[in-house]
């Protein structure tokens, strides 16, 4: 099974209000990613978060990292239409030593209703 | 900048042919990654470049995936002969090696597969 899942699998909120993806690993990670794919897109890039990082922010972003208990939450504060998609979080590969490939979750799709 | 370019977008084949993607990454990247999204899962990684050298093939079925990077830049996976489970996007990205170790990973736009 894949090092990060995600929960819940799916989630459906009002516009402006706020959306909470939850994120469990199971091996030791130096830092963890969190990507978003539109539908029928690529992934793109949102935020990385370090292991010696508890929280980050950016924009609307929130991701808090928990080592002790191998989790991770993305917040998404006044969520809009736009941000409708699905939603992975990424650990580095345990096989790689080059701590670059990734290991991705089932994500998360959410549905932000206008 | 561009972005990574990937084609074709889509593919539709029978199973037991034979199917190639071409993946050109950000100019100046040395890592290059090829993963397999099957509908509804997250993308799995199925193998990684450094330069034309491969890092980790691990998760390539090696009996019918070939990939391929040779002078550094472009790739090519090639799939021989398909399967119908093959039916997925599959992603390329690239990632810079220079500073951090811990680098973001650019995806194309990917190329959808169906075999049927």
């Known amino acids: 099974s894949q090092q990060g899942e995600e929960d819940p699998q799916a989630l459906s909120i009002q516009e402006g209000e706020n959306a909470t993806m939850n994120c469990s690993y199971k091996t030791s990670i130096n830092n963890l990613q969190w990507y978003r794919q539109n539908s029928g897109r690529g992934l793109v890039h949102l935020i990385l978060?370090?292991?010696?990082?508890r929280e980050k922010h950016s924009g609307r972003l929130r991701v808090t990292l928990d080592t002790s208990k191998k989790s991770s939450s993305l917040l998404i504060t006044a969520s809009r239409a736009a941000d409708t998609a699905s939603y992975f979080c990424?650990?580095?590969?345990?096989?790689?030593?080059?701590?670059?490939?990734?290991?991705f979750g089932s994500g998360t799709r959410l549905q932000v209703q206008p | 900048e561009a972005g990574v370019a990937q084609s074709p977008r889509y593919k539709i084949i029978e199973k037991r042919q034979s199917v190639a993607f071409w993946c050109n990454p950000i100019s100046g990247h040395a890592t290059l990654y090829w993963y397999q999204q099957i509908l509804g899962q997250g993308p799995k990684l199925l193998i990684q470049f450094q330069n034309n050298g491969v890092v980790d093939d691990s998760q390539l079925p090696k009996d019918r995936f070939s990939a391929e990077r040779l002078k550094g830049v472009d790739s090519t996976l090639k799939i021989q002969p398909a399967k119908l489970e093959d039916s997925a996007v599959y992603l390329c990205?690239?990632?810079?090696?220079?500073?951090?170790?811990?680098?973001?990973?650019?995806f194309g736009p990917g190329t959808r597969l169906t075999v049927l």
């Open positions: 990205a690239s990632s810079s090696t220079s500073g951090s170790s811990y680098n973001e990973q650019f």
């Open positions: 978060i370090r292991s010696n990082e």
């Open positions: 990424a650990v580095p590969h345990p096989m790689d030593t080059g701590r670059r490939a990734l290991t």
